[in-house]
């Protein structure tokens, strides 16, 4: 049994309870601004140089009852979209000052028109997110970008200066750098952290203020350094597909003799990637970060570089297995299942598909699955 | 390529060989049917022209796409490649061989494709798997419709099929949004231009955008027809407007056939003859028509005298005079392919909502019907908005259908009957259908 990572303990506890967690009442107590982003193609930079709280839209680690969001959403909607809907119904994000949200996905845009008419916040906006990863897409994304902190600028009656965008881009800049590390450390044979460990880093990240996180963050990298811990678990695993916030799904495959070395989840490897380009003019700079600096990811039209993408993580994380965790109703990732499991048939690499509903454990069927799918795996080698 | 899967049931499957010749016979069938409109004839030799085309388009050296939703098709029509539009392709097996669909879809669920997705995707993934897509030269696409958009590039690399996507933008109306899609036009013609190996002759391009606008101006001058009341469109002409403007713009063909459709609807408005003799009902599709089923329509005619007045994806929005300079016909169409039919799809769902309640004034609708397709992401966020809108703005009630769009085993008539039964029972004591039809 490790020791726990004292510095993952205090971002657990900065974060909680969730979502209107420690963190989030001390940054409003000095009368800031927290404003709600839903996926990927939200920069974060902006609106930290704006000096309001960026945060993250999720479930967390209970399972969400979600039949009263179903009087405004079918339940042909993929659950992660009612699960967030459920909550602002429950109340859970009153503490939102604003929306911001891309058009990342069909469900994403819709959960943002029921938001508006339901639940209509100080401020909100939307941006689009590029499916083609070109020039063009770059400059359109800028556009939409500079309107948007036009409308922020407006909204706070105060300005948003590059000089203030570019000390954000530094600020987030050195969080993926940290973040990044952590992903670094889990390539050597016995890990310092298991997955489910991981991913409460990575929900942290999303939740807190970005410098108060980095700080804790080289905590914890030098934590886990000095102590030397190490996870010892017979099996290397690999997460693909939608993200996951509850982090008892993981856990939960970390009861097997196996351990999450990697994922490719939009809020764990592809938050941590990479780094906007200080040499740019800032606004710029995020534009072609956002487009093209991280990975292809199961938006994108073309998705030849997802696939490459995950068999080169398995390939650099010496991964046993995939594990794809697909929630039900994402149409993304179903388009992609195919053609996965060919390229990774022809890398050598066993996958294991479980269809989710989000935040929800995964029931005793797919549990019976996973250890089969282990076993096999045990078998291999 | 794939190999074909032989434990495909190939003889439910329809192929455009098999259809062509199908419709061909309807469309003479109908011509002795009687009790219908002349148009209707009209209709179905539109119909079989559009697949015809497909057909014959190797043998008459064109270039076939198989293509999405808002794609600007006179630049299609003026290079010579023939479109096959997915959704089309699905509506039209259930109109001819009901038993296909359902086969296509089973076939695209055993490749590991989730049952959840549209199954106008899955149409396609389907036949494509088992080679009974038609011929394909290239797939073509645009951010408008939904997140299956993505098929199209996947489904390419799978059969090797190149594809190319216009991006569009969110937020359309701002000059630079507007300047980056006609440049997405732009690149669409380089690439077909690289497919093809043929220039674009632009001054053909003017005359198939200078057709394509003709279409907007009859549709526009038809949907007053049909706003009349009672209402002279028939059900079995209701699809055709759609049909030519959405699937044959730039055509010669389609402007003859909507202008005799308008014609007729003229004469019939004039002459006092309606689409049933007691018009109970004027219904709005808020989603789209009732594609699963092709009687469904033509019975709630005949059972309830409901009569379809409107349908969201087949009207345009004000007065659509996208034509804004002759000279310019890529400004033109750009400007057309983001306010087109459909388009609405792309936009919030206030906007959605909104462009109801306006049809709900136009077509003084008595009821609403919004589809929910179970493999639409698109929609299944939208109903219950645009249900409060409409009763909010015009005290128009909704019945929301569960079902699948084109998967005629997802729900039975007898289900729908049931629901529908109740709906116009409710619409009829209900006080704001009382005074629409006795205003003070
Ligand atoms: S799970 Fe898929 S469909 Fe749902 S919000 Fe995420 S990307 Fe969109
Ligand atoms: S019905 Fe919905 S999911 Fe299907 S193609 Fe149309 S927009 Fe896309």
């Known amino acids: 049994m490790n020791t726990p990572i004292k510095a993952l303990d205090e971002m657990i506890r900065l974060t909680s309870p969730f979502p209107e967690s420690v963190a989030v009442k001390e940054w409003k107590a000095k009368g800031r601004k927290v404003i709600g982003w839903v996926n990927p193609y939200v920069p974060e930079e902006i609106l930290y140089a704006a000096g309001m709280l960026p945060f993250q839209i999720t479930g967390n680690n209970e399972p969400v009852q979600m039949q009263g969001a179903e009087a405004h959403i079918y339940s042909n909607t993929c659950s992660y979209i009612r699960t967030c809907w459920q909550l602002q119904l429950d109340g859970k994000y009153n503490f939102l000052d604003g929306l911001v949200s891309s058009s990342f996905c069909d469900q994403d845009k819709r959960l943002f028109s029921v938001w508006e008419y339901y639940k209509k916040l100080p401020y909100m906006d939307l941006l689009y997110a590029p499916r083609k990863r070109d020039e063009e897409a770059v400059a359109l994304y800028l556009a939409d970008l500079e309107d948007f902190r036009d409308r922020l600028s407006q909204h706070r009656l105060n300005s948003i200066p590059d000089r203030d965008v570019a000390n954000s881009i530094k600020v987030y800049n050195r969080g993926r750098a940290l973040m990044h590390q952590l992903y670094e450390l889990r390539k050597r044979e016995r890990p310092p952290v298991t997955g489910a460990e991981a991913l409460e880093v990575s929900k942290a990240a999303a939740r807190l203020p970005r410098e108060q996180f980095n700080a804790l963050m080289e905590q914890l990298l030098d934590e886990v350094q000095r102590t030397g811990r190490e996870i010892k678990k017979g099996k290397r695993l690999m997460v693909i597909g939608n993200d996951l916030h509850n982090t008892n799904q993981i856990a939960e495959l970390e009861t097997l003799d196996a351990v999450v070395v990697v994922d490719e989840m939009n809020c764990g490897i592809r938050y941590a990637w990479g780094q906007v380009d200080t040499t740019l003019p800032p606004m710029e700079a995020l534009a072609r970060y956002y487009v093209l600096g991280r990975p292809v990811d199961m938006h994108n039209w073309n998705s030849d570089g997802r696939l490459e993408f995950i068999g080169e993580l398995a390939t650099q994380y010496k991964v046993d297995g995939i594990v794809s965790e697909i929630v039900r109703f994402c149409t993304y990732n179903g388009w992609d299942k195919f053609d996965l499991r060919k390229q990774m048939e022809k890398r050598g690499i066993p996958i294991l598909d479980i269809d989710i509903e989000y935040g929800h454990p995964a029931g005793a069927q797919a549990k019976i699955r996973a250890e089969a799918f282990i076993e096999i795996l045990e078998g291999v080698a | ?440």
Not at chain 2, 39 to 59: F, P, Q
Not at chain 2, 230 to 248: H, I, K, Q, T, V
Not at chain 2, 316 to 334: C, F, I, Q, S, T
Not at chain 2, 360 to 384: E, M, P, R, S, T
């Open chain 2, 1 to 440: 390529m794939i190999t074909v899967t032989q434990s495909a049931d190939a003889d439910k499957l329809i192929t455009a060989e098999e259809l062509e010749k199908k419709i061909r016979m309807a469309a003479e069938g109908i011509k002795k049917q009687p009790g219908l409109m002349k148009s209707s004839a009209g209709y179905m030799e539109l119909v079989h022209k559009y697949v015809d085309r497909i057909v014959t388009a190797k043998e008459k050296g064109k270039w076939v796409a198989t293509h999405g939703t808002q794609q600007p098709l006179e630049i299609y029509e003026a290079m010579d490649v023939v479109g096959i539009f997915i959704e089309f392709w699905g509506v039209i097996s259930d109109a001819v061989k009901l038993e296909s669909v359902p086969e296509a879809l089973s076939i695209s669920t055993s490749t590991g494709t989730p049952g959840e997705v549209c199954s106008f995707f899955r149409n396609l993934d389907g036949l494509m798997h088992v080679g009974k897509w038609p011929r394909t030269d290239f797939m073509l696409y645009a951010t408008s419709s939904c997140d299956n958009v993505k098929a199209y590039h996947t489904l390419g690399r799978r059969y090797g099929i190149p594809s190319f996507g216009l991006e569009r933008p969110y937020l359309p109306y701002t000059p630079k949004a507007m300047e980056h899609w006609k440049n997405e036009h732009k690149r669409l013609i380089a690439f077909l231009e690289e497919q093809t190996g043929k220039k674009l002759d632009y001054d053909r391009l003017k005359e198939t955008v200078r057709l394509s606008y003709r279409l907007t101006e009859l549709v526009l001058e038809i949907d007053k027809l049909v706003a009349h009341v009672p209402s002279p469109m028939s059900a079995e002409c209701f699809g055709g407007p759609l049909m030519a403007m959405r699937l044959l713009p730039g055509t010669q063909d389609a402007v003859d056939y909507l202008t005799a459709l308008r014609d007729e609807l003229q004469e019939r408005v004039d002459n006092g003859i309606a689409a049933v003799k007691n018009e109970r009902f004027r219904v709005m599709w808020s989603s789209f028509a009732p594609f699963w089923d092709p009687g469904l329509l033509p019975f709630m005619q005949q059972k309830y005298g409901a009569v379809s007045v409107c349908e969201v994806l087949a009207r345009w929005r004000g007065e659509a005079n996208w034509m804004l300079d002759p000279e310019d016909p890529l400004g033109n169409l750009a400007y057309k392919t983001q306010n087109s039919p459909g388009n609405c799809q792309y936009s919030s769902s206030i906007d959605w909502a909104g462009q109801l309640v306006e049809q709900a004034h136009q077509y003084k609708a008595d009821g609403a019907i919004f589809n929910n397709n179970w493999g639409c992401k698109q929609a299944a966020g939208l109903g219950v908005l645009c249900r409060d809108e409409l009763m909010r703005h015009c005290s128009v009630p909704s019945l929301t259908l569960n079902c699948d769009v084109i998967d005629s085993t997802f729900t039975t008539r007898a289900e729908v009957e049931a629901q529908l039964d109740g709906f116009f029972e409710m619409i009829e004591a209900s006080k704001a259908y009382k005074d629409r039809r006795n205003p003070k």
